[in-house]
């Protein structure tokens, strides 16, 4: 961090000029009166010209720099200290369970010192004051890397694939992945796909509030978490987020199922076409869908390679064709996920270009921007023509799954792959990502 | 009579009163509580917040210790997914940052060039988010208390928080309708130096608050913290004292309560008392109650609590000693051992034998205890771990009083006594609220608002005293009563005669309060009906009191409804001139005579009283008897 975080222009010379930093006590004397206070960093979007310092009293106030006002310094700054208090004993007997952590609110801090956001708490950090969970299991943690979740690539879902097969392999009985909760959804996909059928509970969690405050969900979302690493009768990637606004339920989703469905509120993930497969209330974990992989069962499979050529579309009315040949030859796209209307539909003015890439050997796939429900491309004649030019109907997958699924089976099968052995991979169901059977919702 | 000059009190004032702006502090929910309304209900739990500067703040660990569960209930009308704290709060409300700097200007205050809000943590529950937002809009300026100018501090601009609906044992009930309405707080130097003076500079700043013609009026809209001090004593805040009048009595009983504290210091320093004297050796003494003829006590035991008991070295006659009635050493400990231990109360030695137990038990209590004649013994009777909280804090609290005072916050009462609350919050508490930008504040914005300044309540007295030929009486208790700016809304609305309309919004209502009935319930929008119906001569003025009577009796329904279910609709024009002419005959001989028309006019009013205005009845019956004498 800079000595004068976020200070610029005149404010920043003044600054300079006295000598002072972020943190050291200061006098400002303007035209309006004197005010003394610790300097503090300054917002990069605010305007300029400004300076800020903490009163004695604990509040902010900006000063404008203008003609005649002085600084000086009277103290320098006190070292900042984050002092977690020390992270409680561990209980032998417990089960042992991995936290693993790769950035997002859920392991973010504001300095509050400077004001600046500070880099990612340490997965230890969160343990101390959580301390909840050593009455849980047996933690370990680490922190893999440090990421805003939308900069996330698939060579990170690979980072954290191997992660946690190195935890597996190494005997943990579960493993928790604190993570930004904006692409959350996709991660667990993508990890559902690369550690199909695992021994043991992966756990994806995330926090709408951020750890700082008083009211923030990370603590209840991660004690879940653990509690469903450790403690799950199935061995599955899973989404671990609040059920509702209240703190009482967390509900434990299905990876290859969950979306994030609100910008800012805690129950923002909902699993789509599925029931949660559990929910952790304070009687505990309640399972609500008996099928599942079982905890230590013996058909895991890791694979862990995905190709990004592969892209998601949404179709809108008018939307030109061509934009699919165009994204194919610039971006080398191997394969297309559409968005289409309703049951599974795009413009037929789309069906002499999807044949056309279907016959260089690209895979088109049909999912639904209606989100719930499974495409049916042979109620209308629409349909029949698109399936007929090759576009393959994905049934009630998840748009976003399908997308993941694409890159993984793509990286899966190479660079040679043909598209028959795409399309096979793409419509048989790995891990439940598809369902033959459809059920009433909002009840 | 206290010399509080001699005892050098110093009193520093913060008046909080809510802001009349359409919309929160920081979403776009209406401030007005909505009735009706789709009432959604949720579970939260709080955790502390470690402070980054290293430090715990003592407030924090308080409610920290005592987590509860809350259930907040939002009522869509006015709460939305930012109170739920569900959403990133909205940009500052720049009505109410408008109003505050207002209230600064007439203050003489400085306002500071960039606004922050800030975080102040408060994990009790009524704030959803754990904090309560709040920024400094200005700082310096003054009031005039009397004689005496008192500097103002700070002028802060803050959310609401919500209401409490019920506290139980494990959980807390929260209505989030008043949650982030725009609270501005006025804090003076701490130089006020008696209970009257306190009052003259709380009604000051009340005064100026006013003359903004933004604020909310009514019950709970004001609420007025004090920190007092005496020489020797402590910083003692004390929160929510609600009504004006109340301020004098609650500085006279922290200043009576400070120097019994110190009495009682003194007299434990003589009677030679050292903290390291004060050990923690709790003793069950259960089984001492085990035939025990108290009724509490047995009730409890079978509820399967237990008893135990600590002996205060040296303590006894120093609980009950009462030198001012109701404040005693062994209140305060109560109090301690009720807010840490979450127990119903304690017993001590001082106070018995009574509640049911025996002299015996005492004594078998003391020997338990190994007590001598002048140590006192304090009694919990409930779980074991609740005990311990209780009679720990009850230690601390008895260590304390060897030193003197203890600084703390406290809660007023209605009588003007106060009640420990917890420690008072350090400075560690304060965060900045990253998710909202500062807001510059221009000098070219502060010099137009400071060109239209509002008119102060005096002016405003002046003028309407002036404009519509009242008493200067009537006016100061129009502004006095806040309804000032109601009746000249209705005034010019309605053009309704306004003394009825000062009459009513002062005299009426001050004598219906008086009478019990809740006419501060009462909408305005009531009242403007009220007139507009007045005026269209549906009904007569001296109707109006029982109309207001029954509307309070029956919340909801309208003017027109007590009207009706009064029977005092006027009846109509033509049907009063019969009557009248019909009365004119049956009078014929007295046409002529001076006296007809008042002999006629209590006849009438015996029949329209209420129904029809007075006035109007004379003029009527005037015309009817010129025309009776024109046709001879
Ligand atoms: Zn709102």
Redesign the pocket.
């Known amino acids: 961090m800079s000595q004068l975080q976020g200070y610029s222009g005149k404010a920043k010379q003044l600054l300079e000029r006295a000598g002072v930093k972020i943190g050291d006590e200061i006098r400002v004397v303007s035209g309006k009166g004197e005010m003394r206070g610790i300097l503090m960093a300054r917002y990069e979007l605010a305007e300029p010209d400004y300076i800020v310092i903490k009163l004695r009293n604990g509040y902010n106030v900006g000063i404008r720099v203008a003609d005649g006002v002085k600084v000086e310094k009277i103290a320098d700054a006190e070292a900042p200290a984050f002092r977690p208090p020390p992270p409680p004993a561990m209980k032998p007997n417990l089960p042992r369970v991995a936290i693993v952590s790769t950035g997002g609110t859920i392991a973010s801090r504001v300095d509050y010192r400077t004001g600046g956001v500070r880099a990612a708490l340490s997965a230890a950090d969160l343990l101390s004051i959580v301390p909840e969970l050593a009455d849980i299991a047996q933690i370990s943690a680490e922190i893999l890397f440090s990421v805003y979740s939308e900069n996330l690539t698939i060579s990170h879902w690979r980072a954290m694939a191997e992660k946690v097969n190195d935890l597996i392999r190494s005997g943990e009985d579960g493993v928790v992945i604190a993570h930004g909760t904006d692409t959350m959804g996709y991660t667990a996909a993508a990890l559902s796909f690369a550690l199909q059928n695992p021994p043991i509970p992966v756990v994806l969690v995330g926090a709408q509030r951020s750890s700082d405050r008083p009211s923030s969900d990370a603590a209840t979302n991660l004690i879940a978490a653990v509690d469903t690493a450790a403690n799950a009768p199935f061995g599955e990637v899973v989404v671990c987020m609040h059920k509702w606004h209240s703190d009482d339920t967390i509900a434990i989703h299905r990876g290859v199922r969950v979306v994030k469905l609100h910008t800012s509120s805690r129950d923002a993930f909902k699993s789509i076409n599925a029931e949660p497969l559990a929910f952790r209330t304070k009687a505990g974990l309640v399972i609500n869908d008996n099928r599942f992989n079982k905890r230590g069962s013996d058909n895991y499979q890791f694979s862990p390679t995905f190709d990004d050529r592969a892209m998601l579309v949404k179709f809108y009315p008018g939307m030109p064709p061509e934009t699919l040949q165009i994204l194919r030859e610039k971006l080398r796209i191997r394969g297309f996920i559409l968005e289409g209307t309703g049951l599974g539909h795009v413009s037929s003015s789309f069906i002499p270009v999807a044949r056309q890439l279907v016959e260089e050997g690209v895979f088109i796939g049909m999912t639904s921007q209606c989100k719930f429900g499974r495409v049916n491309m042979y109620v209308y004649d629409n349909g029949r023509d698109l399936m007929r030019a090759g576009i393959t109907p994905l049934d009630d997958m998840l748009a976003e799954t399908a997308l993941v699924k694409l890159m993984w089976s793509l990286g899966k099968l190479g660079e040679n792959a043909d598209r028959e052995a795409v399309a096979e991979l793409m419509t048989r169901n790995l891990v439940g990502e598809m369902n033959n059977r459809s059920m009433p919702t909002g009840w | 009579m206290i010399d509080y000059k001699a005892v050098g009190l110093k009193v520093g004032l913060e008046v909080h009163r809510q802001l009349d702006t359409s919309k929160?502090l920081f979403?776009?929910?209406p401030t007005e509580a909505v009735e009706g309304g789709k009432v959604v209900e949720f579970r939260r739990y709080l955790r502390e917040a470690q402070s980054e500067l290293g430090t715990v703040d003592p407030a924090a660990i308080f409610e920290a210790k005592k987590r509860k569960e809350i259930i907040y209930q939002a009522n869509t009308g006015?709460?939305?997914l930012?109170?739920m704290d569900e959403e990133p709060p909205h940009p500052i409300n720049r009505e109410a940052v408008e109003v505050a700097l207002i209230a600064s200007l007439l203050m003489n205050a400085t306002p500071v060039d960039e606004v922050h809000v800030m975080r102040k943590i408060v994990i009790d529950g009524s704030n959803t988010t754990g904090f309560q937002r709040t920024c400094i809009i200005a700082v310096g300026g003054s009031v005039r208390a009397g004689e005496k100018e008192i500097p103002i501090q700070t002028i802060t601009l803050e959310e609401d928080a919500a209401r409490i609906v019920e506290a139980r044992r494990r959980e807390a009930v929260y209505d989030l309708s008043r949650l982030?309405v725009p609270l501005i707080e006025i804090s003076t130097a701490p130089v006020i130096q008696s209970p009257e003076e306190a009052v003259k500079a709380a009604k000051a700043i009340g005064d100026i608050l006013r003359a903004t013609g933004k604020v909310k009026r009514g019950l709970g809209t004001v609420r007025q913290d004090l920190n007092i001090s005496i020489s020797g004593g402590a910083l003692t805040e004390i929160k929510g004292v609600q009504e004006l009048e109340l301020i004098a009595k609650v500085v006279e009983n922290e200043v009576k309560r400070q120097l019994h504290l110190l009495d009682i210091a003194e007299e434990l320093r003589r009677r030679g008392v050292r903290e390291s004297d004060l050990v923690f050796s709790p003793v069950d003494v259960t089984e001492v109650f085990r035939n025990t003829g108290s009724k509490v006590v047995k009730r409890k035991l079978a509820e399967s609590a237990r008893v135990f008991a600590l002996r205060l070295p040296r303590f006894a006659g120093l609980l009950s000693l009462e030198k001012w009635p109701g404040i005693r050493l062994g209140a305060e400990l109560a109090a301690h051992a009720k807010a840490w231990g979450d127990v119903e109360g304690i017993f001590h030695t001082d106070e018995l034998p009574a509640y049911g137990i025996s002299a015996e038990e005492v004594e078998e209590i003391r020997k338990a205890l190994e007590c001598g004649a002048d140590d006192a013994a304090v009694l919990v009777v409930s779980d074991e771990h609740s005990a311990m909280d209780a009679l720990k804090a009850v230690l601390e609290r008895a260590k304390e009083a060897i030193r003197g005072v203890p600084e703390e916050t406290r809660a007023a009462r209605p009588d003007g006594t106060t009640t420990y609350m917890r420690p008072r919050p350090g400075a560690a508490r304060m965060y900045p609220e990253t998710d909202i930008p500062p807001m510059t504040i221009t000098q070219e914005y502060i010099e137009s608002l400071r060109s239209r300044l509002p008119p102060t309540l005096e002016e405003t007295a002046k003028r309407l005293q002036q404009k519509y030929n009242l008493s200067k009486q009537l006016v100061q208790q129009l502004i006095d009563q806040e309804v000032n700016d109601v009746f000249e809304r209705i005034v010019e609305k309605y053009g309704v005669q306004p003394s009825v309309v000062a009459a009513t919004l002062t005299e009426t209502l001050t004598s219906l309060r008086r009478e019990g009935v809740a006419v501060d319930e009462l909408p305005t929008s009531l009242f403007e009906e009220l007139f507009q119906l007045l005026k269209e001569g549906v009904f007569a003025k001296e109707a109006i009191r029982d109309i207001l009577a029954w509307a309070a009796a029956n919340r909801g329904r309208s003017v027109m409804d007590a009207v009706n279910a009064l029977n005092v609709r006027a009846p109509p024009r033509e049907e009063l001139e019969k009557a009248i002419d019909e009365l004119i005959a049956k009078n014929q001989e007295m046409l002529n005579d001076k006296k007809i028309v008042s002999r006629l006019m209590g006849d009438l009013m015996k029949v329209y009283r209420g129904r029809v205005d007075g006035a109007v009845l004379n003029r009527l019956l005037m015309e009817r008897i010129e025309a009776a004498r024109a046709r001879g």
Do not use: F, H, I, T
């Open positions: 929160k979403c776009d929910c006015n709460v939305c930012v109170e982030g």
